[in-house]
């Protein structure tokens, strides 16, 4: 999914139906009961992900989301 460019948002981990047992348990094993992973696409590759993990469950919000994005071009661009 992050290699088409889609953003992965879970906000709470242990109740994400959308993860497989094993993706539900490393997470939870990892402590991060919410994830967000922004993936960074450059001429219509996927190259890298920024991935952000809280010990508790959140929603994120679009603000936070679009940060995570920022953050992940500019972190790009600084030691490409």
Same mark, same amino acid.
């Given at each position: 999914?992050?290699?088409?460019?889609?953003?992965?948002?879970?906000? =709470?981990?242990?109740? =994400?139906? &959308?993860?497989?047992? %094993?993706?539900?348990?490393?997470?939870?094993?990892?402590?991060?009961?919410?994830?967000? &992973? +922004?993936?960074?696409?450059? #001429?219509?590759? *996927? +190259?890298? &992900?920024? %991935?952000?993990?809280? %010990?508790?469950?959140?929603? *994120?919000?679009? #603000?936070?989301?679009?940060?995570?994005?920022? !953050?992940?071009?500019? !972190? *790009?661009?600084?030691?490409?």
């Amino acid at each position: 999914e992050q290699r088409s460019g889609k953003i992965i948002a879970i906000a =709470d981990a242990e109740t =994400d139906t &959308s993860l497989s047992p %094993s993706a539900r348990e490393a997470f939870l094993a990892m402590q991060a009961k919410a994830v967000l &992973s +922004v993936p960074l696409i450059k #001429e219509g590759q *996927w +190259v890298a &992900s920024l %991935s952000l993990h809280h %010990s508790a469950a959140h929603e *994120w919000s679009q #603000e936070e989301i679009q940060l995570a994005q920022e !953050t992940a071009e500019r !972190t *790009w661009a600084a030691v490409e």
